[in-house]
């Protein structure tokens, strides 16, 4: 629990910080990385609750063993997929109409993102009984024959590949 809630903590604090960046520099892959800062924070949020011992015995639902499994899955696929949307937009060099603040795109993306969020966290609570079973007792190969944990290997792998290959490091953000 203490190091999803510095992953929550941390999470939050970096998209603060990149969507005042964005408000400032109207940058839009900025405020694309915010986002997944903000969806990460908020899938990690419902990852400890998926926990009966960190939400309580007995609590207002009644939850499916795989839920925690799957949204590990949303965590560790979401967040790459949104580095690929920020490499992809970071190449562009798109940026919002230049007004003297830029609050209103910011609350646009950051309203999408937790709004995807909150609807992927929640559906997997609530129906991952109904997904394929990721994890069997101690065993996690279904989550290869499923190919669910080898497709979220490829996003992360995409995403890092694309990050070093596409940007190179050319300014701080990257």
């Given at each position: 629990p203490l190091a999803c809630a510095a992953a929550v903590l941390v999470n939050l604090m970096t998209c603060y910080v990149l969507f005042g960046q964005?408000?400032?520099?109207?940058?839009?892959?900025?405020?694309?990385?915010?986002?997944?800062?903000?969806?990460?924070?908020?899938?990690?949020?419902?990852?400890?609750?998926?926990?009966?011992?960190?939400?309580?015995?007995?609590?207002?639902?009644?939850?499916?063993?795989?839920?925690?499994?799957?949204?590990?899955?949303?965590?560790?696929?979401?967040?790459?997929?949104?580095?690929?949307?920020?490499?992809?937009?970071?190449?562009?060099?798109?940026?919002?109409?230049?007004?003297?603040?830029?609050?209103?795109?910011?609350?646009?993306?950051?309203?999408?993102?937790l709004v995807a969020s909150v609807a992927i966290g929640s559906g997997l609570l609530l129906y991952s009984e109904q997904l394929p079973p990721l994890i069997a007792g101690h065993n996690y190969g279904a989550s290869v024959v499923t190919g669910v944990g080898l497709g979220t290997l490829a996003v992360n792998f995409v995403a890092l590949g694309l990050i070093v290959v596409r940007l190179r490091a050319h300014t701080l953000l990257q």
């Open positions: 964005f408000v400032v520099s109207g940058v839009t892959s900025t405020a694309i990385l915010a986002a997944g800062y903000l969806f990460s924070a908020v899938i990690v949020t419902f990852y400890m609750a998926s926990y009966p011992s960190i939400a309580g015995a007995g609590s207002w639902i009644e939850l499916s063993p795989q839920a925690p499994s799957w949204l590990w899955v949303a965590w560790h696929a979401g967040f790459p997929l949104f580095a690929i949307a920020f490499v992809a937009s970071e190449k562009r060099k798109a940026r919002t109409r230049l007004a003297a603040w830029q609050f209103r795109p910011a609350l646009l993306y950051a309203t999408a993102a």
